[in-house]
């Protein structure tokens, strides 16, 4: 540990995110760059659709046209993903934040919000798609573009990973989850404004969501979730390809965890 002064780690636990730059070399940006391009020109007949349905008809009407592309599990379609994953600037800053040299990896995947149609995500916390019982969840958001509200990017309820669990609204609706977007409205929300190769670390419990791209600009990103491995999915989970790489540190419940997910299926 080391990587993050005392003002950082104070940040993100005021706050729960911090947005991290020079963590990617400029050669491996780049080869990453052009390797996702490449992977979502390959994919693109195929149906890819990740877009929020909106919480009530109306929103499902207006959204209709906008859309965001989506591919999970990207350490399987070429290796260079991988380096992200194993990039050791990553990892220690994930130590500071998350006070374990043990973590796992949970899954990958990557959005791409394309120019004048990219769909908003409403405000969610990721803790109802895989609630883990210390709540070490993280994730490490890589922007391939610059990003601010103008093409879609991030925005965030700073210090809402204090609240815990939030109500689950979508989950009364559809199959996406979300919460109250009247209590948690994306105009009173922060943008978090990023520049290409700046990496955005949040907790899984942190309020967060997206504006809706409007610009002429594309807004790409990837991003992977990692936890302790001390810690243990609650409940009947979905075991995810390459859930339970071990990316830095050992994991000495191996065994017992991987048998309990495999219970659960």
């Known amino acids: 540990m080391g990587r993050l002064t005392e003002e950082q780690k104070q940040f993100y636990k005021d706050n729960g995110y911090i947005v991290l730059k020079d963590l990617v070399i400029p050669e491996d940006l780049e080869e990453i760059s052009v390797e996702y ?10 149906k890819m659709e990740s877009s929020w349905v909106g919480s009530d008809e109306n929103d499902r009407q207006n959204n209709s046209m906008f859309t965001v592309k989506g591919i999970h599990n990207l350490q399987y379609h070429h290796a260079i993903f991988s380096t992200f994953l194993f990039n050791k600037n990553l990892l220690d800053a994930l130590e500071d934040i998350m006070g374990t040299e043990n973590i796992v990896l949970h899954h990958t995947k990557a959005h791409f919000k394309p120019p004048e149609k990219g769909a908003a995500y409403p405000m969610h916390q990721d803790y109802h798609y895989f609630s883990y019982e210390k709540d070490s969840m993280v994730a490490a958001f890589l922007h391939l573009d610059a990003a601010n509200p103008e ?24 199959n996406f989850h979300y919460v109250d977007q ?14 290409r190769g700046d990496v955005v670390i949040f907790s899984y419990l942190l309020v967060h969501g997206s504006s809706p791209n409007l610009s002429t600009r594309p807004r790409r990103m990837l991003l992977a979730q990692m936890a302790a491995a001390e810690d243990a999915p609650i409940g009947n989970q979905q075991l995810r390809p ?9 994991n000495v419940d191996r065994d017992a965890s991987i048998s309990k997910r495999f219970e659960q299926q």
């Open 151 to 174: 093409n879609g990017g991030l925005f965030v309820y700073p210090g809402s990973h204090k609240l815990g669990p939030q109500e689950d609204v979508g989950a009364k609706e559809g």
């Open 182 to 195: 009247s209590k948690f409205p994306l105009n009173r929300a922060t943008p978090v404004i990023a520049d």
């Open 37 to 46: 391009d490449k992977l979502f020109l390959r994919k693109n007949q195929e």
């Open 242 to 250: 390459g859930q339970g790489w071990l990316l830095r540190g050992v």
